[in-house]
C-alpha cells in the first residue's frame, strides 16, 4: 500500500512538472504573441495618426499633393481633431432611448457636429448606417473616458461648430482645363479705391511689360592751333531712345518689340564742305514672336528692319556713302529660341536655319553698293541663307550694366558679323557713361587700296544724362 502511495505520488510530481512546464511555454508564448499584437496595434494606430496629420496638413498649403498611405475614415474623425467637446457621447451614456434586448441608440445618424442645426440633418446622411452607427458609439465611450480622465484637454465645443454650413456643388472648386483660360486683358479703368462692403473685384492680370531707355550725351576735344602734336577741336553729340513692349503669359506664348534709335553729329573742321557729320545713325524695330516647344526653349518667328535717318558723305566731297532707306534692310528668320533669366542676367540665343534678308537702296548716287552686298547698277537684293543671333544683359554690378548683341548671317557664299557692345557706368539716376565698342566682319566687301581688310570696328566713349523707365 505504501508503494502504491509513493508511486502515485511520483506520478504525481511528474504530471505537474510537466503541467507547469507547458503552462509556462504557454504563458511565454502568449506573452510573445500579446507583445507583437500591442506592437502591431501602437504601430497602426501611429501610421493612422500620421495619415490623418497628412490629410490635415493639406489644408495648410492647397498645392500639397494627397499622401499616400492609409485614407482618413469620417467616421473617426473626431479622435484626431483638437480634442472637442460633443454632446452624442454624454447623451448615449445618459439617455433614456432604450428598450429590454435594444443597445443604446444615443447618437444620431448624422455627424454630431451639425446636432445643432436640425433643419439641415437630411444634408448629411451617413452613406452606410449599418457600420457607421455601431463605430460612433465606440468612438463616443472613447471621448467619454477622455472627458473623464482629462477635463483641461478639452479645448473646443460643439457650439463653437453651429454655423457650419453645407458646401454644395457651386462652392466645389473645379479642375481648371485649358479651354477654361480665357484672355487676360488690361482694364478699361485703372481701380484705386476698393470698398470692403463691396463685392469682389476681380482684376484681369496684365502679361504686357512696357520699358525705355533715353540718353543725350556729349564729348569735347579742343586744342590749340600751335599743338606740337597737331591736331584739331571737335565737339560731338550723341543721343539713344530705346522703346520695348513685351508680352508674356507665363505660360507659352512670348511677344517682343523694340524700338531703337541713335543719332550723333560731330564738328569736322578738315571737312570744308560739310561743318557736321554723323557718327551714329540708326533706326531699328525688331519683332520677335516665340511659342514654348519645351523649358526654355522657343518656336521663334523673328523680324528686322533697318535704315538711318540722315545722309553720310565722304570727307571734303558731295559722294554720298549711305543715307534714309539707303539702305533699308528687312529680315526675317524662323528657328528656335533659347532664352535663360536670371535676377541679373538675361540670355536669348536664336539659331534660324532659314532666314530671308531683302536689302533696298532708294538713292542711286550711292558710292559702294557692295558695301550693303547689293551689285552694282540694281536697287535691291534678295539674301537666303541662316541666322544665329545672340542678345545679352548683364547687371555686373548695381551700377554697372554691359548690353551685348552678336549677329551672324551667311548665304553660304558670304559671311556678315556683327558685335555690338554697349557698357553703361551709371553715376547716379540721371548721369552715366557709356562705352560703345562695335566689332564687324563683312566679306562681301570689295577690297582696295584704301580698303584691304573684311575686318572693321567702330567705338565710342560719352558722358551724359541718362533715364530709364
Known amino acids: 500500500m505504501k508503494r502504491r502511495i509513493l508511486w502515485a505520488c511520483v506520478m504525481l510530481s511528474f504530471v505537474w512538472t510537466a503541467s507547469a512546464q507547458k503552462a509556462r511555454k504557454n504563458m511565454r508564448e502568449f506573452e510573445k504573441h500579446s507583445g507583437q499584437v500591442m506592437q502591431a496595434f501602437s504601430d497602426s494606430l501611429k501610421n493612422l495618426r500620421s495619415s490623418y496629420d497628412a490629410h490635415i496638413g493639406m489644408w495648410e498649403d492647397l498645392s500639397t499633393p494627397a499622401p499616400a498611405g492609409i485614407l482618413p475614415n469620417h467616421d473617426l474623425y473626431k479622435l484626431f481633431v483638437p480634442p472637442t467637446y460633443y454632446f452624442s457621447p454624454v447623451q448615449q451614456a445618459f439617455g433614456l432611448n432604450w428598450a429590454p434586448g435594444k443597445p443604446c441608440q444615443g447618437m444620431n445618424l448624422t455627424d454630431s457636429v451639425y446636432r445643432a442645426k436640425p433643419d439641415t440633418l437630411a444634408s448629411f446622411a451617413c452613406p452606410s448606417v449599418e457600420r457607421s452607427a455601431p463605430v460612433d458609439r465606440y468612438v463616443n465611450r472613447i471621448l467619454l473616458n477622455y472627458y473623464l480622465a482629462h477635463p483641461d484637454r478639452v479645448v473646443g465645443n460643439e457650439l463653437y461648430l453651429q454655423d457650419v454650413k453645407v458646401v454644395d456643388e457651386t462652392q466645389m472648386m473645379q479642375s481648371i482645363t485649358q479651354e477654361d483660360v480665357k484672355d487676360h486683358l488690361q482694364p478699361d479703368v485703372v481701380v484705386e479705391n476698393v470698398n470692403a462692403d463691396a463685392e469682389l473685384v476681380v482684376v484681369k492680370p496684365n502679361f504686357w511689360k512696357y520699358t525705355g531707355e533715353g540718353k543725350i550725351q556729349f564729348t569735347q576735344h579742343s586744342v590749340s592751333d600751335n599743338w606740337y602734336k597737331g591736331g584739331e577741336s571737335t565737339n560731338a553729340l550723341y543721343s539713344e531712345l530705346i522703346l520695348a513692349a513685351k508680352y508674356d503669359d507665363q505660360h507659352r506664348i512670348q511677344f517682343e518689340n523694340e524700338l531703337e534709335m541713335k543719332l550723333g553729329f560731330i564738328t569736322a573742321p578738315s571737312d570744308t ?36 535717318f540722315f545722309p553720310n558723305y565722304k570727307t571734303n566731297s558731295n559722294d554720298m556713302v549711305s543715307g534714309f532707306m539707303s539702305p533699308f534692310q528687312l529680315k526675317v528668320s524662323l ?6 533669366t536670371k535676377k541679373n542676367f538675361e540670355l536669348s540665343i536664336l539659331g534660324a536655319p532659314l532666314t530671308y534678308k531683302y536689302v533696298y537702296l532708294k538713292d542711286k548716287d550711292i558710292v559702294n553698293p557692295s558695301a550693303f552686298e547689293v551689285e552694282a547698277g540694281k536697287s535691291c537684293a534678295n539674301l537666303f541663307g541662316s541666322e544665329f543671333k545672340l542678345n545679352m544683359t548683364w547687371k555686373i554690378a548695381s551700377n554697372i550694366e554691359w548690353k551685348s548683341k552678336l549677329e551672324y548671317f551667311t548665304t553660304y557664299e558670304k559671311v556678315n558679323i556683327s558685335w555690338e557692345n554697349t557698357f553703361d557706368f551709371r553715376l547716379n539716376r540721371y548721369l552715366s557713361t557709356s562705352l560703345f565698342i562695335h566689332p564687324r566682319f563683312d566679306d562681301g566687301v570689295k577690297l582696295s587700296e584704301d580698303n584691304d581688310t573684311y575686318f572693321q570696328f567702330k567705338e565710342m566713349f560719352t558722358f551724359g544724362l541718362s533715364y530709364s523707365w
Do not use: C, P
Not at 335 to 340: A, C, H, Q, T, V
Open 335 to 340: 528657328g528656335m529660341d533659347y532664352k535663360l
Open 273 to 308: 564742305i560739310h561743318e557736321y557729320k554723323t557718327n551714329s545713325d540708326l533706326l531699328r524695330f525688331n519683332s520677335k514672336l516665340g511659342v514654348k516647344a519645351f523649358k526654355n526653349w522657343y518656336y521663334t518667328l523673328n523680324a528686322e528692319l533697318k535704315t538711318q
